[in-house]
C-alpha cells in the first residue's frame, strides 16, 4: 500500500473553512498507512492538530465529535473539535476527511508511576460513569469478548501451520513457545466460554485506553484524547486493555506490577464497583489480550521472507515472553484485581 503525503499547500486549503486563522506554520507529526496527523499554527494564534482520515464516510466521525462535544460539556479533559465556518466539525477534501482539534500540552503516562496509575483509573471510571448517561445513540457496536474467542480460534491456525526453516537463529526459541500457545489458546477460550456476559456492564467504550492517549501535568490528568476506537461493548473491554497497558513497571521487571494495578483498580472502583463476573474475568480477558498479540506477531514471522525473519521473530518472542510473565505470575498480578 502507498502512503500518500499530504502538502503544507493542501493543508493550508483544508483550514480555510475554518475561523482559526490563516496558517503560519505546519509540521507533521505522524503518518500511517491510512492516517495523517499536523501540528499547525495560524494567525490567529491558536496551535491545533489537524488529523487526515483517509475515509469517504464522515459518519463515525461525526459520531465520535458529537460524544467529545457531550464529554466536554460534562466537565472530562477532553478537546472537541473545532467546527468550521458552517457548522461543521468535518472537512471533506481530496477523498479524505479532516478534524481540527485544539493542540494539548502536557506528558504522557510515565510508567511505573503509581499516582499515574490511580490518576489513570480515577478518570476511567469519570469517562464510564459520564457515558452511561450522555453518550449519544447509535454508536458502533462490537463484542470484545467474541472477538477475542474467534481471534484465538482463527490464530490457532497460524501456529499449526507453523514448519521450521532453519534461516535465522531466532526460529529454535520462537518454536519452543508453540506448547504454551497452544495451552493458553485452549485454557482462554475455555474461560471466555464460562464468562457470564449479562453481568459485564455495557457502555460507549473509549477502545484504546493507554499511555499515549493519556497527557498529564504533573500528576494530574489534564487530557485523554484519541477516541478513534469508541463503539458500545463490555465495560471490561477498556478495562483490560488499560490494565494490560498501564501497569508495567519503570524497570521492565514486572509486566503487570501489583502496586500499580492494585493502585488503578482501587481508583476505579471507588467511583465505578467492579461485578463480581468482571473481577472474575478481567484477568483471562488480560491473557487473551497477550495471547493474541503473540499469535499476530507469530504469523508475520512465519509469514516473512528472510530478510524479514530475524527481526519479525524477535517481536515475536518478546511478545511470546510477556505472555509466559503472565501466565507464570498471573496468581501475582491478578489478586489486586479479583479481591474485593
Known sequence: MVRIQTSNDTVAAVLEPYTAGAMVACERLHQGLDNETFRVETAGGGSYVLRRIVSQD??????????????????????????????????????????????????????????????????????????????????????????????LQALRATLERVRPRGDVPEEEAALAFAPLLLSQIEQIRAALEGLDRDDLPRLVVHGDYRRGNLIFAGDELVALLDFDRTCHDVRAADLAIALSNLTRSADRQWEMHPDLVAAFVRNYGALQPLTATERRGLPTLILGKAAIAALQRLGRFESATPPERGKRGRKFLKHARRLQWLVERQQIWSEAITHE
Open 58 to 151: 464522515p459518519v463515525p466521525l461525526r459520531y465520535r465529535h458529537q460524544l467529545l462535544g457531550a464529554l466536554a460539556g460534562a466537565g472530562l479533559p477532553v478537546r472537541a473539535p473545532v467546527l468550521a465556518a458552517n457548522g461543521e466539525s468535518v472537512v471533506v477534501s481530496s477523498r479524505a476527511t479532516y478534524e481540527l482539534i485544539p493542540f494539548v500540552t502536557g506528558r504522557t503516562f510515565t510508567r511505573g508511576r503509581e499516582a499515574h496509575a490511580a490518576a489513570a483509573g480515577a478518570m476511567l471510571a469519570r469517562y464510564h460513569a459520564c457515558v452511561a448517561g450522555c453518550a449519544p445513540p447509535a454508536a458502533p457496536v462490537s463484542d470484545y469478548v467474541a472477538l477475542q474467542r474467534s481471534r
